[in-house]
């Protein structure tokens, strides 16, 4: 049986470095990029061809049509066909939005959400010729909720799960399933910039009492990326029962 392939993007570090790993010791062919950390993804692919698999990487931005389109066309070149997208690319932004410039709102939206645009955009044609595919979309709690101070992030969020919702529908009758994970806090760099005064505060708000592990968003994935072909189209929030 040849081996399927995945995508991830965003996968230098944290949830998407957790997610291109379980894949690769479920011997997937892999797919990697990032906007900028070079070594981090060389590093990330050195353990992925430390499993067994073949794993080619990509640097670029994954908001930038042009980036991708290159992207897909080395990854048919390669691998042939594209089972699993897993659209984890993501930066976020701390501040009162009077203080967030023009150019800091396009980069979040470019980043979070076009992002995800952009790479369905070029996967969904041959999934659908082939009628079957997997789209599982990392999100967030606070694209379901808001969060203060983090106005452009809860939006490009928002859209994501919106989006997600969508596509599932609009693919549903190709038998193609889209779904999103929302994650809580997680136990990666994105949360590090806190104190400890903070951190426990965080804590004490999550009945779980700790920060979700990235390996833990990896087999949640892995699990939507399985055969059930009536899941779709849902927002599955991973968050130690925060919100």
């Not at 070079?38 to 640097?59: A, D």
């Not at 969508?166 to 038998?175: F, G, I, R, T, V």
């Not at 426990?200 to 920060?211: K, Y």
Request: net charge negative; aromatic share 6%; with cysteine.
């Amino acid at each position: 049986m040849p081996r399927k392939t995945v995508l991830i993007t965003g996968a230098s570090r944290g949830i998407g470095k957790a997610i291109a790993v379980k894949f690769a010791r479920e011997q997937y062919n892999i797919a990697i990029s990032c906007i900028s950390r070079e070594p981090s993804l060389m590093e990330v692919k050195e353990e992925i061809q430390s499993c067994g698999v073949p794993c080619l990487t990509f640097l670029g931005d994954a908001g930038n049509m042009e980036h991708c389109t290159t992207m897909f066309s080395q990854i048919k070149n390669r691998f042939g066909t594209l089972d699993v997208l897993v659209n984890n690319a993501g930066v976020s932004y701390i501040g009162l939005l009077q203080d967030m410039t023009s150019e800091d709102w396009d980069r979040i939206i470019r980043t979070n959400l076009t992002s995800v645009f952009n790479c369905c955009k070029l996967a969904v044609p041959d999934m659908v010729s082939r009628k079957q595919g997997k789209i599982i979309n990392i999100s967030s709690v606070w694209g379901s909720t808001g969060a203060s101070c983090e106005a452009a992030y809860s939006a490009s969020k928002g859209g994501v799960n919106a989006f997600t919702k969508a596509l599932a529908k609009e693919l549903a009758p190709s038998n193609i399933q889209v779904n999103a994970v929302a994650c809580g806090a997680m136990d990666t760099e994105m949360n590090r910039f806190l104190s400890e005064d903070e951190m426990a505060s965080l804590l004490d708000e999550i009945p779980s009492g700790r920060l979700g592990r990235p390996e833990e968003a990896a087999d949640l994935v892995y699990y939507l990326a399985l055969e059930n072909s009536y899941l779709t189209g849902q927002v599955i929030g991973l968050d130690g029962g925060w919100i």
